[in-house]
């Protein structure tokens, strides 16, 4: 199956990468978000990052104009009836993915396959709204998309062969590594291990051994991690993290998975790390 044009449900953060990745390896995108202003300031900070890669002679004015030409911003789902194949990458909330799952289904060619950018939820209940399972499957990109090389290609129980073959050789043309997870668990590989060492780091600090400063610079320095896990949450938002181990929580029905007290009172303090908020390193 050919693929020629990409539908990315979302123009956040993500979405917005991942439709930049894809304009600039040859492919015709599909921006929805939901609302058409949004999804245009979203293709202006695509348009500044792409500058700046002018300014500094990586990339040619042409090369600019035909990336941005390649993506078509929208509000109307139904202009998804041309994706060969779609990124949902909206929030990370089960019940909102599986909406907007049912309604891809109803709307894109019976042989397009729709894929969730999500780092942790079920491609099984996914594709259990829709008609076509065997052609849906997790395609999770890493943030910051044009910089980050791994994408992880989560199977289904029913997803097909064939499926994981089109996405990872879409994948590969956008200049990514592929690995396979090869069966639905929450978190995949990346981010269950990830949580795991997020969880014991706080618990080093909730028991005094060490501040968040101090960790992140051991595992940096120890370990050779371009970021420490503090450091991490806040760039990701502590909100996210808590979202996930949640998740993990009901999911496993396992105590290791419940997100810590510490966590939990700086979200409640509006301290929730990324840009303008303090995070851990006010804790």
Avoid at 148 to 161: A, F, I
Avoid at 203 to 220: C, N, S
Avoid at 264 to 283: C, P
Wanted: charged residues 25%; aromatic residues 8%.
């Amino acid at each position: 199956m050919e693929i020629s044009t990409i539908g990315v449900l979302g123009a956040g953060t993500m979405g917005g990468g991942i439709a930049l990745v894809a304009a600039q390896t040859g492919f015709k995108v599909l921006l929805k978000g939901t609302e058409l202003s949004r999804v245009k300031n979203s293709i202006k900070r695509l348009e500044a990052f792409l500058e700046k890669s002018v300014q500094k002679g990586k990339l040619t004015e042409e090369e600019k104009q035909e990336t941005l030409v390649r993506i078509k911003p929208t509000n109307e789902l139904s202009d998804f009836k041309e994706a060969d194949l779609v990124v949902e990458a909206i929030v990370e909330n089960l019940e909102r993915k599986k909406k907007a799952f049912g309604e891809l289904d109803n709307v894109c060619k019976p042989e397009t396959i729709i894929t969730t950018n999500t780092s942790s939820m079920s491609i099984n209940m996914l594709a259990g709204v829709t008609k076509r399972p065997d052609r849906v499957a997790g395609m999770h990109f890493f943030n910051p998309t044009p910089i980050m090389k791994l994408v992880e290609v989560v199977r289904g129980y029913d997803t097909s062969d064939e499926t994981i073959k089109v996405i990872f050789d879409v994948a590969k043309k956008m200049g990514k590594i592929t690995v396979e997870v090869k069966k639905d668990y929450p978190g995949f590989i990346v981010t269950r291990v990830n949580m795991a060492q997020v969880i014991e780091a706080i618990r080093l600090v909730e028991e005094g051994v060490a501040t968040p400063e101090d960790i992140d610079t051991a595992m940096k320095l120890g370990l050779n991690w371009p970021m420490g896990p503090f450091e991490m949450q806040d760039f990701i938002g502590l909100d996210v993290t808590s979202s996930i181990l949640g998740y993990f929580n009901d999911e496993f029905k396992e105590a290791r998975w419940n997100p810590p007290q510490s966590l939990k009172a700086l979200i409640r303090s509006g301290k929730l790390g990324k840009k303008s908020n303090s995070g851990w390193f006010h804790y």
